[in-house]
DNA sequence: AAAACGGGGTT
DNA sequence: AACCCAGTTTT
């Protein structure tokens, strides 16, 4: 119940759930229909339906034997990493981590670890630093200490680190950056850009290229600072963008980029522009999303912040190196 | 690595 | 209106 559901809300709910299925047994022997209704009102309806197959499926592999292996519940449906540590730490002192909303927050602090929480690299470092910290006993204790302390002590917004039990080795605390950290993610936005990329062709050649305004060939994920970056982001550097060419080189699609800025993630979906070279410049077309056009009316086609069209920017001066 | 899943509370 | 909540599963 607790998953992405307060505690404020589950409290009262877990109580009556509790009182109307008071065994595993009790709940894996009710018809789903009674158990979602029960679940009424809580939301994520698959966490009902998973829960209860989970419990037919421990009462009939092990009657009122639970157990404790952690293989067997980690194979149970809608359980995840955290379920399987905070079940099997606090039922049968188990020693596994668990790292949910608030331990994250309780983390990243104590190491003064400024990646953004989401990133993969950043839950990997969560997880082991939750699993190096487990004492040798009580991990259950341990575990639900350090969900309260963020909770309670270590909140989002003031957290009141001068009562903190752990102040005197957080890493933020002593360098006042509890309220820098833990850095958020923004909302992902996603933008259309038509122009910024092309496909060209030219006999059996395949060019990708990024801008017409750089003056040189470059990878596809190698451009400048663009215009629709904030200005309170950094400038957006090759090593920030991370990028998938979603097309078949040579045909015509679109591009899925990811910009990782200090907070705000971008994502950008360029539709791209194939043109087939011909020597002569008015033949030269391009196929935008089916329609043909010719290089006459592509010439009125804009770069965006550039004053030069894509024309002039990017497909004369390729027929000028090419021919 | 997103997006989907949801109702309720907070800012 | 936007964001967050003792996450997990599917795309």
Same mark, same amino acid.
């Given at each position: 119940?607790?998953?992405?559901?307060?505690?404020?809300?589950?409290?009262?709910?877990?109580?009556?759930?509790?009182?109307?299925?008071?065994?595993?047994?009790?709940?894996?022997?009710?018809?789903?229909?009674?158990?979602?209704? &029960?679940?009424?009102?809580?939301?994520?309806?698959?966490?009902?339906?998973?829960?209860?197959? *989970?419990? #037919?499926?421990? $009462? +009939? !592999?092990?009657?009122?034997?639970?157990?404790?292996?952690?293989?067997?519940?980690?194979?149970?449906?809608?359980?995840?990493?955290?379920?399987?540590?905070?079940?099997?730490?606090?039922?049968?002192?188990?020693?596994?981590?668990?790292?949910?909303?608030?331990?994250?927050?309780?983390?990243?602090?104590?190491?003064?670890?400024?990646?953004?929480?989401?990133?993969?690299?950043?839950?990997?470092?969560?997880?082991?630093?939750?699993?190096?910290?487990?004492?040798?006993?009580?991990?259950?204790?341990?575990?639900?200490?350090?969900?309260?302390?963020?909770?309670?002590?270590?909140?989002?917004?003031?957290?009141?680190?001068?009562?903190?039990?752990?102040?005197? &080795?957080?890493?933020?605390?002593?360098?006042?950056?509890?309220?820098?950290?833990?850095?958020? *993610?923004? #909302?992902?936005? $996603? +933008? !259309?850009?038509?122009?910024?990329?092309?496909?060209?062709?030219?006999?059996?050649?395949?060019?990708?290229?990024?801008?017409?305004?750089?003056?040189?060939?470059?990878?596809?994920?190698?451009?400048?600072?663009?215009?629709?970056?904030?200005?309170?982001?950094?400038?957006?550097?090759?090593?920030?963008?991370?990028?998938?060419?979603?097309?078949?080189?040579?045909?015509?699609?679109?591009?899925?980029?990811?910009?990782?800025?200090?907070?705000?993630?971008?994502?950008?979906?360029?539709?791209?522009?194939?043109?087939?070279?011909?020597?002569?410049?008015?033949?030269?077309?391009?196929?935008?999303?089916?329609?043909?056009?010719?290089?006459?009316?592509?010439?009125?086609?804009?770069?965006?912040?550039?004053?030069?069209?894509?024309?002039?920017?990017?497909?004369?001066?390729?027929?000028?190196?090419?021919?």
């Amino acid at each position: 119940m607790l998953q992405q559901t307060t505690v404020a809300t589950v409290t009262p709910r877990f109580a009556e759930f509790i009182s109307r299925f008071p065994t595993l047994r009790s709940l894996a022997e009710a018809d789903e229909q009674v158990v979602l209704k &029960s679940w009424e009102g809580l939301g994520y309806y698959s966490r009902a339906r998973n829960l209860h197959r *989970a419990a #037919k499926i421990l $009462t +009939e !592999q092990f009657g009122d034997d639970i157990p404790d292996d952690p293989a067997v519940w980690a194979d149970l449906p809608g359980v995840g990493r955290y379920i399987l540590g905070a079940v099997l730490s606090q039922a049968f002192d188990r020693r596994l981590p668990v790292v949910e909303a608030n331990t994250r927050r309780v983390l990243a602090r104590l190491g003064a670890n400024r990646t953004e929480l989401t990133t993969p690299e950043m839950q990997k470092w969560l997880w082991q630093t939750a699993t190096d910290m487990l004492p040798r006993q009580h991990i259950g204790d341990f575990n639900q200490a350090m969900m309260e302390l963020g909770a309670t002590v270590c909140t989002v917004r003031e957290p009141d680190c001068p009562n903190c039990p752990l102040r005197a &080795s957080c890493q933020s605390f002593l360098n006042g950056l509890q309220n820098e950290i833990p850095v958020i *993610a923004g #909302k992902t936005v $996603t +933008e !259309q850009v038509l122009e910024a990329c092309a496909v060209i062709r030219w006999k059996n050649r395949v060019f990708l290229r990024q801008r017409g305004d750089t003056g040189r060939w470059a990878k596809m994920w190698e451009f400048p600072t663009r215009e629709y970056a904030r200005p309170a982001d950094p400038v957006a550097v090759a090593s920030d963008l991370t990028g998938e060419l979603k097309m078949p080189p040579g045909e015509t699609g679109s591009v899925l980029m990811t910009l990782r800025y200090s907070v705000t993630r971008f994502r950008i979906q360029m539709t791209c522009v194939e043109i087939t070279l011909s020597e002569n410049p008015a033949d030269a077309v391009y196929d935008d999303n089916g329609r043909w056009v010719s290089l006459e009316e592509l010439s009125a086609y804009p770069v965006r912040s550039s004053q030069r069209t894509l024309a002039e920017a990017l497909i004369r001066p390729l027929q000028r190196e090419l021919f």
